[in-house]
C-alpha cells in the first residue's frame, strides 16, 4: 500500500481489499463517494461554501428559478434541509428567493450574481478532485462505471416508483 495515502484512507483500504472483498455494492459506493467529499470539502470550505450546499448551487447553476420543493427533489433532501440550505446561502448572498409576477404563492430560489460566478471558480475545483479520482484509471473502464451506476440509479429509482 502507497505510504503516501492519509491515515482517513488506509483503513478504509484494507477494510474493502482484505476484510471484505466482496461485500455489497452499496458501501462501497457510500464510501467511494465519502472519499470524494473528504477532497473536495476543504476545497469548497477555502470558498466559504460548506460541501452540503454545493448540490443546491450545482442543481441551481443548471436550472435557476426552481421552488424550493423543486430544489429539493433536484438534490433529493428533505424539504427542512432544503430550507436550511436556501436560508444560509441568502445570509451568503449567493442566491434570493421571491414571488414570480402572479403567483404570490410559491417562493422561487434564483442565484444572484456572486452566486452564478461561483461556478467558474468551484466546478473546476470538483473537475480537478474527480481527475484525481479517476486517475491510472483507462478511460474504457470509467465509462462503463458511470454507465453502470446511471442504470443502477434508474434501477433504484424504477423499484421505487414501482413500489408506491
Do not use: C
Not at 3 to 28: E, F, G, K, M, Y
Not at 30 to 35: L, Q, T
Request: hydrophobic content about 40%; glycine content about 6%; overall charge neutral.
Amino acid at each position: 500500500m502507497d505510504d503516501t495515502l492519509s491515515r482517513h484512507h488506509d483503513p478504509i483500504l484494507r477494510h474493502w481489499q482484505d476484510a471484505v472483498p466482496d461485500d455489497r455494492l452499496a458501501h462501497l459506493i457510500r464510501d467511494a463517494g465519502r472519499s470524494l467529499g473528504h477532497r473536495l470539502t476543504p476545497l469548497l470550505a477555502e470558498h466559504g461554501i460548506p460541501f452540503g450546499h454545493w448540490a443546491f448551487l450545482r442543481v441551481l447553476w443548471e436550472q435557476d428559478g426552481l421552488t424550493q420543493r423543486e430544489l429539493s427533489d433536484a438534490v433529493g433532501v428533505t424539504e427542512p434541509t432544503t430550507f436550511a440550505a436556501v436560508k444560509a446561502l441568502m445570509n451568503g448572498g449567493y442566491i434570493t428567493r421571491r414571488h414570480k409576477p402572479g403567483n404570490k404563492r410559491k417562493f422561487y430560489v434564483y442565484l444572484t450574481p456572486e452566486g452564478a460566478s461561483l461556478r467558474d471558480v468551484l466546478v473546476p475545483l470538483a473537475e480537478e478532485v474527480n481527475r484525481v479520482a479517476v486517475k491510472n484509471i483507462p478511460r474504457e473502464q470509467v465509462i462503463i462505471m458511470r454507465t453502470t451506476l446511471l442504470k443502477m440509479i434508474e434501477n433504484l429509482a424504477t423499484a421505487e416508483a414501482e413500489a408506491r
